[in-house]
T-cell receptor, first 111, second 115 residues
Framework: LAKTTQPISMDSYEGQEVNITCSHN???????ITWYQQFPSQGPRFIIQ???TKVTNEVASLFIPADRKSSTLSLPRVSLSDTAVYYC????????????FGSGTRLSIRP | DGGITQSPKYLFRKEGQNVTLSCEQN?????MYWYRQDPGQGLRLIYY???????QKGDIAEGYSVSREKKESFPLTVTSAQKNPTAFYLC??????????????FGPGTRLTVT
């Protein structure tokens, strides 16, 4: 299973763009990269998933370089409600797999 | 209204007692997972199940047991052998095969306190 490394914490201000980078040096060919958001005392919530290049949805963008050894979650114009823990995972596109969460990045947004 | 339910939200038990946490899903997902989360920490995988009547240990299975008799249900029993059972327990499910984004869906969690 590919191990991921993320910064423990990050701080930013409302209205800024926030980029959180995740390192996954031993990602396998059939692994996908997925990001989740978790608020206190709640289950994680899916944000975005990708395999290569760039993926964008209504809440975030995911940038994956050609070697796929890292990925960057980009949150445009953050607000106070984006204060949460963000997890990066890599896992095969198959239900027959363990899915391991790392420690995540604690993002704090200030007014 | 599809989703995952966990009950109860808060659970209190005396040390030495076994306790079973409920997890039900009506999403028709094949795979189900149990995670444990301690304060300020990430999620750690306890058990997971890919299909009915089959399950595998995760990274911290000692002191826990599960069953998967129905596709919709994946109860977790915290036994008296678990040294530090007080934690936030999260259940998740995941669809099988290529059905768009392939994310896990999480329940609201059960906070277990053992004294």
């Amino acid at each position: 299973l590919a191990k991921t490394t993320q910064p423990i914490s990050m701080d930013s201000y409302e209205g800024q763009e926030v980029n959180i980078t995740c390192s996954h040096n031993n990602i396998a060919t059939n692994d996908y990269i997925t990001w989740y958001q978790q608020f206190p005392s709640q289950g994680p919530r899916f944000i975005i998933q990708g395999y290569k290049t760039k993926v964008t949805n209504e809440v975030a963008s995911l940038f994956i370089p050609a070697d796929r050894k890292s990925s960057t979650l980009s949150l445009p114009r953050v607000s106070l409600s984006d204060t949460a823990v963000y997890y990066c995972l890599v896992a095969p596109y198959s239900s027959a797999s363990k899915i391991i969460f790392g420690s995540g990045t604690r993002l704090s947004i200030r007014p | 209204d599809g989703g995952i339910t966990q009950s109860p939200k808060y659970l209190f038990r005396k040390e030495g007692q076994n306790v079973t946490l409920s997890c039900e899903q009506n999403l028709n997902h094949d795979a189900m997972y149990w995670y444990r989360q301690d304060p300020g920490q990430g999620l750690r995988l306890i058990y997971y199940s890919q299909i009915v009547n089959d399950f595998q240990k995760g990274d911290i299975a000692e002191g826990y047991s599960v069953s998967r008799e129905k596709k919709e249900s994946f109860p977790l029993t915290v036994t008296s052998a678990q040294k530090n059972p007080t934690a936030f327990y999260l259940c998740a499910s995941r669809p099988r095969g290529r059905t768009g984004t392939y994310e896990q869906y999480f329940g609201p969690g059960t906070r277990l306190t053992v004294t």
